[in-house]
């Protein structure tokens, strides 16, 4: 009698497990998504990847607006 039960609610721990790793998985996919666009040019406020690197965003800063420093364009990223 008590095996048949232990076995019902090992079940039900697995189902529960998989379904909060579901949950974990899309929450964390939402994360990264936000997290792919996080450097904001401060002048137009056109986003780029975070794997958007100092060159390109220097480029970005010259040819769009040569009137500014890419320090003005992306204070986070480019020092002064
Ligand atoms: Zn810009």
């Known amino acids: 009698m008590g095996g ?3 076995c019902k609610a090992k079940k039900a721990q697995e189902r529960k497990a998989a379904h909060a ?3 974990s998985k899309a929450k964390s996919q939402l ?6 666009q996080n450097i904001i040019c ?3 406020k056109q986003s780029f990847m975070c794997t ?3 060159g390109q ?3 970005h800063a010259e040819s769009r607006h040569p009137t500014y420093t ?3 364009c992306f204070p986070d990223h480019i020092p002064a």
Do not use: L, V, W, Y
């Not at 994360?31 to 792919?36: L, R, T």
């Open 42 to 44: 401060q002048q137009c």
């Open 21 to 23: 790793q579901t949950g």
């Open 57 to 59: 965003m220097r480029q």
């Open 4 to 6: 048949g039960n232990g």
């Open 52 to 54: 958007t690197n100092e």
């Open 31 to 36: 994360k990264s998504n936000a997290k792919a």
């Open 70 to 72: 890419a320090h003005d």
